[in-house]
C-alpha cells in the first residue's frame, strides 16, 4: 500500500513517514500544495491514499481536495487539520475529503484511520487471495503453499500481493517499482529482480519460474 503524505512541517512529516514505513506502508512526502496536486494528476494509479495537510504553501489542502474531486479523482483522501480549523469540518467532507483527523492525533488513531478508509474501497477484494497452491492472507499478512508457512519480508509480502491481484497478467518492472517503492527510490535498477528472485526461492522454485515466469525484457507474469 502507497500513501502520499502532503505536509509542510518537515519533523512531522519525518515521524509520521518513518512510523508507517515501520507498518509496512510505501510513504512518499510533498511539502508543497501545488506539487502535490501535480503528483496527484500524474500518479494517481500509484497511490492508495493521500493524507493532506491542510495549510500548505502553494496551494491549501481543501483546494488541492476539491480540484482532485473535479477532476473524478477517488483516490481516498485524509485531512490533517489544526484544532483551530475544526469548525471547517463540514466544508472538509463537501469538499470530497473521506475523512480529517485534528493535530495534534496519536499515531495509533492515525494509522486506525487509515485502515477504515483503505478497507472501505476495498471491501469486494477477499481477505485471502489463492493462485495455485498459494495462499495469501491480508489480514494476517501470512502467506501459505500447500499449507506451508512462507516466511516473507515486506517487500516480497507486497511484490506477491501485486502478482497475486493480477494472476496470468504481465506485470512490467516499472509497475513494480511504482507501487512498491517511493519515488526517492535511488538504489539500482535491477531492485526489483533481485527481491523476485528472493520471492521465488522462498516458494520453492526455480529461476526459470514454474509460476512466476520471467518475460524477457518486460517482466513477470503469474500462471494462475
Ligand atoms: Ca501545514
Known sequence: MKILLVEDEQKLSAALSKGLEHEGYTVDVIPD????????SLHRKD??????????PGMDGHEICKQVRQWGITIPILILTARAETEKKVD????GADDYLVKPFSFAE??????????RPSEALPEKLTVGDIELDLGTRSVTKSGTPVEL??????????????????VN???????????????????VDVHVKNLRKKLGERDDGAVLETVRGIGYRMVA
Open 33 to 40: 500544495g501545488k506539487k502535490a496536486l501535480t503528483r496527484i
Open 47 to 56: 497511490y492508495d491514499l493521500v493524507i493532506l495537510d491542510l495549510m500548505l
Open 92 to 95: 472538509l467532507l463537501m469538499s
Open 110 to 119: 492515525l494509522i486506525a484511520r487509515i485502515q477504515a478508509l483503505l478497507r
Open 153 to 170: 519480508t515486506l517487500k516480497e509480502f507486497g511484490l506477491l500481493e501485486y502478482f497475486m491481484r493480477h494472476p496470468n497478467k504481465v
Open 173 to 191: 518492472r516499472e509497475d513494480l517499482l511504482n507501487h512498491l517503492w517511493d519515488f526517492n527510490y535511488s538504489g539500482f535498477s535491477n531492485v
